[in-house]
């Protein structure tokens, strides 16, 4: 008789085992983030009218909607914009470029049990292959809940530093501020909306976790909660999980990207905020140039 609960008790654990080995879940969640207002462009360009202001609104409010795949088992997960079918005229390469420095683009690999990433990222036309560490964040439990999708989550908050590379951390200026600059740029034409703007030295970010769902894991490079993030918020960007699958028949591929060149994050963040200032300054030369009058 005792052989034979030994013998159960083994097939027990092992099919345990094995059922958590093959685990595997896929997540879709839905981004958006509250578009910049584009006052400060017309302030110092009379060319760019009412009009014309609020139709790049409306498109950059497109731009910053997103869906995106989060594939994930105990220990990695892959998360990946989903691809949309671009329409005629747009042009591929900006699009692309914009789209990393705005939450999308590559596939975001993480490894909860080596705390690592990795992220292929394109950005002018050179492709970049970013392995660092996950950034830790120092949540801190809290008893409220919710239900999202049917899930019982609780939330969780955290403070981060906001990164330079992602143009969804930028927060508008304050009047205050505002009126500085313009006394120490009298006499200068604006012309760049982003001076507008100014990065936080920190960011509150809030989390929806289920402990039902129990994987370490989340969107983007969130991680660290005792249950799957279904939605994260940081004052600008609300990431929400709208659609969860366990065990689906078909298994995905949980595996890094290999293409680019592999840098860590300090050293593309300080590559495309060199480039970025670079750019900054050529459109404020050609905005300061004055006009050149055509003989006739």
């Known amino acids: 008789m005792k052989k034979v609960f030994y013998y159960m008790s083994f097939i027990f654990a092992f099919t345990q085992m094995q059922a958590q080995k093959d685990f595997q879940g896929m997540a879709v969640y839905e981004s958006k983030t509250q578009p910049p207002k584009f006052e400060g462009m017309r302030g110092g360009n009379r060319d760019i009218t009412p009009e014309m202001q609020k139709s790049m609104e409306e498109r950059m409010k ?105 143009f969804r951390n930028f927060r508008p200026k304050k009047n205050d501020d505002k009126k500085e600059e313009a006394k120490k740029t009298s006499g200068q034409t604006k012309t760049n909306f ?50 969860i699958v366990l065990n689906a028949k078909d298994k995905v591929d949980i595996k890094p990207s290999k293409k680019g060149k592999v840098v860590s994050q300090k050293d593309y963040d300080e590559t495309v905020v060199k480039k970025m200032e670079e750019f900054r300054e050529m459109n404020r030369g050609r905005s300061s140039a004055p006009a050149q009058t055509i003989a006739r």
């Open 194 to 243: 982003e001076d507008n703007f100014e990065l936080p030295k920190e960011i509150v970010v809030t989390a929806w976790y289920t402990p039902e769902i129990p994987v370490n894991q989340g969107p983007e490079n969130y991680w660290g909660l005792p249950g799957l993030i279904l939605e994260i918020n940081d004052g600008t960007t609300t990431i929400l999980c709208s659609k």
């Open 62 to 166: 497109k731009m910053l909607e997103k869906t995106f795949i989060l594939n994930f088992d105990k220990s990695a997960s892959i998360y990946k914009e989903e691809e949309k079918l671009e329409a005629p005229g747009q042009q591929g390469g900006f699009r692309v470029m914009v789209s990393s420095m705005m939450g999308g683009g590559g596939t975001f690999y993480k490894d909860v049990k080596t705390k690592s990433y990795t992220v292929d990222k394109e950005f002018m036309g050179k492709e970049f292959l970013v392995i660092d560490s996950l950034p830790k964040l120092n949540w801190k439990l809290e008893q409220e809940t919710k239900q999202i999708g049917g899930y019982n989550c609780y939330k969780a908050t955290a403070v981060k530093e906001p990164s330079k590379t992602d």
